[in-house]
């Protein structure tokens, strides 16, 4: 139950910082327990859909994968988010030809010297020396994939992903999403490109409600989550007390305190809710403001025109001159997601947080001016406007030796049942599922008077 105490305090048990889908899973499992408090007009955090004169599209790339059966049935018993199966299709360009995503298991599709280069190169790392561990992002590319191969694709992605030296990044972290599968795959994948291989994500989801819904795009999933939780919108956190277990938000102009008597999941950014909380030592604190993180560009350009097919779902760009990291095409998602005259094309852009943004004037005509090289915009279309959105963070970054600083500060939050969540809160690289299934068992745990935090610390 949450009431208003007469010392103008809102209490509450289970106070949620941020309705994300992390945050949104916990309160769901917590029931009249949970109150959650979001900054924005809308639940959704990162998971957010847009739209404009009929064009409907996603703030960045977003589509569900399960990690573990028990949260896919979790997630498909909630009415309302319309999901449907939608296996995707990913393709990466290189300078050796265009394979079929993963890269490492379509190598036939390149041009035969490189690929032969690539598995000999493999090969080699393979039947290599047991070393010592990797010292950082650019070795463990190495020691995994091999020269010839991470020279073709996983240093120039990787640097354009980052904006980074590969070589200033930590060894690990990254790898949910990054893995050399056994060599007979790879020569498989080497000698019929077209061999049947199912990646991490294969059986994908997305929502596609029918036609004339309100609402379509990602966003229906966070929607459907929030449906009978207490999510208190438009709450802006300025000060978390752990002594008196206060946390304090500014509202429609007033300053408002709540009360939580058993803990506080906090899905904020972990740099945020270091500055914010009361019960952690400066030395920590400002260890934590030197955090790195990259935000995400999206720039959609709506098309007047013949909806593109072949393109896949979408294509990683390792030409370090083309601006975007991957074009992505939500029609294939929801075919219903634009007009039936005309598609949204997204590219996706990363940059470094703590540089100034580009002019959106500037790279609106890069994103325009790439597409069309790279064969995108073909003849017969017309893009009739642009827009820009900015996620930020979007990326976490991690560097050698922070590993065991946010081993601490998390820690240390818990000690003080301040209990960090989600991709943000606990400085992690997940998936919307991994965080969802964070969500449901810090929940759980709570209900079941469990240990305080009983989920993973890391990303499976």
């Given at each position: 139950?949450?009431?208003?105490?007469?010392?103008?305090?809102?209490?509450?048990?289970?106070?949620?910082?941020?309705?994300?889908?992390?945050?949104?899973?916990?309160?769901?499992?917590?029931?009249?327990?949970?109150?959650?408090?979001?900054?924005?007009?809308?639940?959704?955090?990162?998971?957010?859909?847009?739209?404009?004169?009929?064009?409907?599209?996603?703030?960045?790339?977003?589509?569900?994968?399960?990690?573990?059966?028990?949260?896919?049935?979790?997630v498909m018993a909630i009415d309302g988010h319309h999901l449907a199966a939608c296996p995707p299709e990913a393709w990466v360009e290189t300078h050796a030809g265009i394979a079929r995503f993963p890269i490492q298991l379509h190598l036939g599709s390149l041009e035969a010297t490189t690929a032969a280069e690539c598995i000999r190169g493999i090969e080699a790392e393979e039947q290599a020396p047991v070393q010592a561990a990797?010292?950082?992002?650019?070795?463990?590319?190495?020691?995994?994939?091999?020269?010839?191969?991470?020279?073709?694709?996983?240093?120039?992605?990787?640097?354009?992903?980052?904006?980074?030296?590969?070589?200033?990044?930590?060894?690990?972290?990254?790898?949910?999403?990054?893995?050399?599968?056994?060599?007979?795959?790879i020569k498989r994948g080497f000698e019929n490109p077209d061999a049947e291989y199912r990646a991490y994500n294969a059986d994908g989801w997305y929502p596609q409600p029918p036609a004339g819904a309100p609402l379509r795009g990602i966003e229906l999933l966070a929607h459907a989550l929030a449906r009978g939780v207490d999510v208190r919108l438009g709450h802006?956190?300025?000060?978390?007390?752990?002594?008196?277990?206060?946390?304090?938000?500014?509202?429609?102009?007033?300053t408002q305190t709540y009360l939580y008597r058993t803990a506080c999941i906090s899905t904020l950014p972990l740099p945020q809710v270091a500055a914010l909380c009361t019960g952690l030592p400066a030395a920590m604190k400002e260890a934590c403001r030197k955090l790195a993180w990259n935000r995400v560009v999206t720039v959609a350009l709506f098309v007047k025109g013949p909806r593109p097919v072949g393109t896949g779902h979408w294509r990683y760009y390792t030409d370090e001159t083309i601006v975007f990291n991957r074009l992505i095409w939500p029609h294939l998602f929801d075919p219903l997601s634009a007009p039936e005259d005309g598609w949204v094309l997204l590219a996706e852009i990363t940059e470094r947080a703590e540089d100034a943004p580009t002019p959106e004037a500037a790279i609106v005509a890069r994103v325009l001016d790439d597409a069309t090289r790279v064969g995108a915009l073909p003849a017969g279309n017309t893009v009739v406007e642009t827009r820009l959105l900015t996620l930020n963070p979007g990326y976490v970054v991690f560097r050698p030796g922070e590993e065991s600083l946010i081993r601490d500060v998390l820690a240390c939050l818990r000690e003080q049942d301040i209990l960090p969540l989600g991709r943000y809160g606990r400085w992690e690289y997940s998936s919307m599922a991994q965080v969802m299934r964070d969500g449901f068992a810090q929940g759980d745990a709570l209900v079941n008077a469990g240990a305080p935090d009983a989920t993973r610390e890391t990303a499976g």
């Open positions: 139950m949450n009431d208003v105490m007469d010392s103008g305090f809102v209490e509450c048990d289970v106070l949620i910082l941020g309705a994300g889908l992390g945050g949104l899973a916990a309160a769901r499992a917590l029931g009249a327990r949970a109150l959650v408090l979001e900054r924005e007009s809308r639940p959704g955090g990162l998971v957010r859909s847009e739209e404009h004169n009929d064009y409907i599209f996603d703030h960045t790339l977003h589509i569900l994968y399960f990690p573990d059966k028990a949260t896919e049935a979790r990797p010292a950082n992002f650019e070795d463990m590319l190495l020691r995994t994939f091999g020269k010839p191969f991470c020279e073709l694709f996983f240093h120039p992605y990787n640097r354009k992903m980052w904006k980074r030296p590969l070589d200033t990044l930590a060894p690990s972290g990254f790898q949910w999403n990054i893995a050399r599968p056994e060599m007979a795959a802006d956190v300025t000060a978390i007390d752990t002594s008196r277990r206060t946390v304090t938000v500014k509202h429609a102009g007033r």
